[in-house]
């Protein structure tokens, strides 16, 4: 019998429910992954709750930038007390697609005590896919902060980037319902 090790077992669970009709969707679209197994969120999210909280294998996951479904299953299992402010940080300037941005922001770095810190960073950032993340976290962070991320948010539509255009005017739109 072959013993495999923890990321192995996964790429085999990838594998498993792989959906090659997803997969040449994505890889049509353009997104530069060398390995697209095709998973949609809730096979990811399903795969995840099999798997322990890990730092260590949340960042082989996070390291494997040649599999889509790698980096979107490693912020789910990435223990938040463990990750400092500094390496929140990086994991936000590494995401390499919106997709992967979105989940980061939604299930892990919104539940950091720093996350807006981080956020108003990023914000200023000359990346595009970094502001981008910028904006998607605060958009998590936004019904308890509406007045703090107002002034943001409304710079960022100012500078008129089409990548962070349609985020922020959503999370304008989103401000004034709240704040009115």
């Given at each position: 019998?072959?013993?495999?090790n923890?990321?192995?077992?996964?790429?085999r669970?990838?594998?498993a429910?792989?959906?090659?009709?997803?997969?040449?969707?994505i890889?049509?679209?353009?997104?530069?992954?060398?390995?697209?197994?095709?998973l949609?969120?809730?096979?990811?999210?399903?795969?995840?709750?099999?798997?322990?909280?890990?730092?260590d294998l949340?960042?082989?996951?996070?390291?494997?930038?040649?599999?889509?479904?790698?980096?979107?299953?490693?912020?789910?299992?990435?223990?938040?007390?463990?990750?400092?402010?500094?390496?929140?940080?990086?994991?936000?300037?590494?995401?390499c697609?919106?997709?992967?941005?979105?989940?980061?922001?939604?299930?892990?770095?919104?539940?950091?005590?720093?996350?807006?810190?981080?956020?108003?960073?990023?914000?200023?950032?000359s990346?595009?896919?970094?502001?981008?993340?910028?904006?998607?976290?605060m958009?998590?962070?936004?019904?308890?902060?509406?007045?703090?991320?107002?002034?943001?948010?409304?710079?960022?539509?100012?500078?008129?980037?089409?990548?962070?255009?349609p985020?922020?005017?959503?999370?304008?739109?989103?401000?004034?319902?709240?704040?009115?």
């Amino acid at each position: 019998m072959t013993d495999f090790n923890q990321i192995q077992q996964i790429k085999r669970r990838f594998f498993a429910m792989r959906n090659g009709v997803v997969a040449d969707t994505i890889r049509r679209g353009g997104l530069q992954y060398n390995m697209v197994f095709g998973l949609n969120l809730p096979q990811i999210v399903e795969i995840a709750k099999d798997l322990p909280l890990s730092g260590d294998l949340a960042e082989e996951l996070w390291a494997d930038r040649r599999t889509r479904e790698s980096m979107l299953l490693a912020p789910m299992i990435y223990p938040p007390e463990l990750l400092t402010k500094t390496r929140a940080a990086e994991m936000l300037r590494e995401a390499c697609t919106i997709e992967v941005c979105d989940i980061l922001c939604h299930r892990l770095l919104r539940n950091l005590p720093f996350a807006m810190d981080i956020a108003v960073d990023a914000s200023a950032s000359s990346s595009d896919m970094e502001r981008y993340g910028a904006f998607r976290l605060m958009f998590n962070l936004l019904y308890s902060r509406p007045d703090e991320i107002k002034p943001f948010v409304e710079a960022e539509i100012e500078s008129n980037h089409p990548l962070t255009q349609p985020l922020c005017r959503a999370m304008l739109e989103e401000i004034s319902f709240i704040l009115d």
